[in-house]
Nanobody
């Protein structure tokens, strides 16, 4: 089993920045891809960004140029740097881990709330 613990969410004004962190523990040897989904109220959970163990990245178009995903394999940690935040970025952000180099989650974190005020 893998445990994922997120941190770094909060309330920020539009145009501001936040950095989310997610630390993995447990059977970390089984992890390949990690990343972030988000779920806004009343909407489906959607992929935001992912990064493989070889540091190949994917960022969805709606946040490209504003969000950056990175990973420190030595610390078993994945980061999401979010700049130029918009009210529509408001959501619960979930860290995920996958045993494969894809974005389908095998493990989830508990989620961290990001609220962007206008």
């Amino acid at each position: 089993q893998v445990q994922l613990v997120e941190s770094g969410g909060g309330l920020v004004q539009a145009g501001g920045s936040l950095r989310l962190s997610c630390v993995a523990s447990g059977s970390i040897f089984s992890i390949n891809a990690m990343g972030w989904y988000r779920q806004a109220a009343g909407k489906q959970r959607e992929l935001v960004a992912g990064i493989t163990s070889s540091l190949s990245t994917h960022v969805v178009d709606s946040v490209k140029g504003r969000f950056t995903i990175s990973r420190d394999n030595a610390k078993n940690t994945v980061y999401l740097q979010m700049n130029s935040l918009k009210p529509e970025d408001t959501a619960v952000y979930y860290c995920f881990a996958s045993r494969w180099g894809t974005w389908g989650a095998d493990y989830w974190g508990q989620g961290t709330q990001v609220t962007v005020s206008s």
